[in-house]
């Protein structure tokens, strides 16, 4: 069970004794609004933990040499402070949560190297892919295989010595002798 410091529980007495001050003088820093202690039913006054370290301090200060007025200056200052330094976090965080939101708005979706889909900043690019050190080897085609296109429909073999002067030369004889063959 965690300790509430805020909680009202000691009676004047009480918080007197531990702050190591007469009942009265907690009531006079009542008055000047040094320590506004929490009312229990019947007006009685409740102080907290928080209330008696807030006595301790304005005791110190007074042993110092500061007023009454000078202590309740710093203690409105370090109000001032502690409030304006809870803001600063509050904005902080809330800057931060649109940062996060800005930059998922911002991202953008890329085909990745195996097909999937990657998120990505928008304006970077993805890491260059890694060169293969792999070494492939070319093994031409056996000229039987290698019949393809005009010479496959003609029925002619790419068998080594043969040149496209001599297709061209065989092509021509055959269109002429189909044209004689018409005209006899």
């Not at 529980?9 to 004794?17: L, P």
């Not at 409105?76 to 965080?93: F, G, P, Y």
């Amino acid at each position: 069970m965690a300790i509430d410091f805020t909680q009202p529980v000691f009676v004047i007495s009480v918080a007197a004794e531990l702050a190591d001050m007469h009942p009265q003088t907690l009531r006079q820093y009542d008055r000047m609004g040094l320590v506004t202690p929490s009312r229990a039913s019947g007006r009685a006054r409740r102080y907290s933990q928080l209330d008696v370290q807030k006595l301790r301090q304005i005791q110190e200060l007074s042993q110092e040499g500061v007023s009454l007025e000078g202590i309740k200056r710093i203690i409105q200052l370090e109000n001032q402070v502690q409030a304006l330094q809870t803001r600063v976090t509050e904005l902080s965080e809330e800057l931060e949560r649109e940062r996060r939101a800005r930059q998922e708005r911002d991202m953008i979706f890329t085909a990745g190297s195996a097909g999937d889909v990657v998120r990505m900043a928008r304006g970077t690019r993805r890491s260059p892919r890694k060169v293969s050190q792999a070494l492939m080897l070319y093994r031409p085609a056996k000229p039987e295989a290698a019949a393809t296109g005009r010479d496959a429909i003609l029925g002619r073999d790419t068998a080594p010595g043969w040149d496209a002067a001599s297709a061209r030369r065989d092509a021509t004889s055959s269109s002429t002798t189909k044209r004689r063959g018409s005209q006899k």
